[in-house]
């Protein structure tokens, strides 16, 4: 077997820095990513074979008294692929780094499902704005944490018994945040 070498893109969006006409396929259990929503680009000179474009897309309304006191929010998570930043090389790809590939939008999606939870956890405050900020840079900064330990721990799926590990892994953890399942 060849040796495959997977790159691994992940990108932080807040909603509203999304382009309107930016095409996303939102994270759904019974609709998993295919080759045909890779829409970008390879990169030729690349060692990769493929790279999965996928982020946690965050907003967030805040509801003040005249005296500017905060008394209530509301915020919408969401796991996106995107797929024109999303690619890979036909020649070289198969249902094996398929399954790498969708495993990484799964990572995604549970952080945006832990996000969820610790935002349940918040109490109304005058500070909720700051809170939330601080919650979405540390969510995103342990997600990129653990795509990266992901690949590093699968040897960018080449290492079938890892990638198998962690397939159950993030399938027992979704399961663990069932209740912030979010379907649009």
């Known amino acids: ?78 796991a996106h692929f995107y797929p024109k930043q999303s690619w890979y090389k036909v020649e070289r790809a198969d249902a094996h780094i398929l399954d790498h590939e969708r495993l990484h939008f799964d990572i995604t999606e549970l952080y945006a499902r832990k996000f969820r939870y610790r935002i349940g956890l918040l109490k ?12 979405h840079n540390d969510i995103n900064s342990e997600l990129a944490e653990m795509q990266d330990k992901y690949d590093s ?3 960018f799926s080449r290492n079938f018994t890892s990638q198998a590990l962690w397939k ?14 979010y379907v649009n």
Do not use: R
């Not at 680009?41 to 008294?65: C, E, L, M, W």
């Not at 109304?124 to 919650?135: A, E, G, T």
């Not at 159950?168 to 399942?181: G, T």
């Open 1 to 78: 077997m060849a040796l495959l070498n997977l790159k691994f893109l992940f990108l932080f969006f807040f909603s509203v820095l999304t382009q309107e006409n930016e095409p996303v396929i939102s994270w759904n259990p019974s609709n998993k990513i295919t080759w045909s929503d890779f829409k970008g680009k390879p990169i030729v000179n690349s060692d990769a074979v493929a790279t999965t474009a996928s982020g946690i897309t965050f907003g967030f309304s805040i509801t003040q008294k005249s005296n500017n006191d905060v008394v209530a929010f509301t915020t919408e998570v969401n």
């Open 124 to 135: 109304v405050s005058n500070s909720i704005k700051k809170q939330l900020q601080k919650m």
């Open 153 to 155: 721990e699968t040897d």
């Open 168 to 181: 159950a892994y993030i399938d027992a953890e979704l399961k663990k945040y069932d209740k912030y399942l």
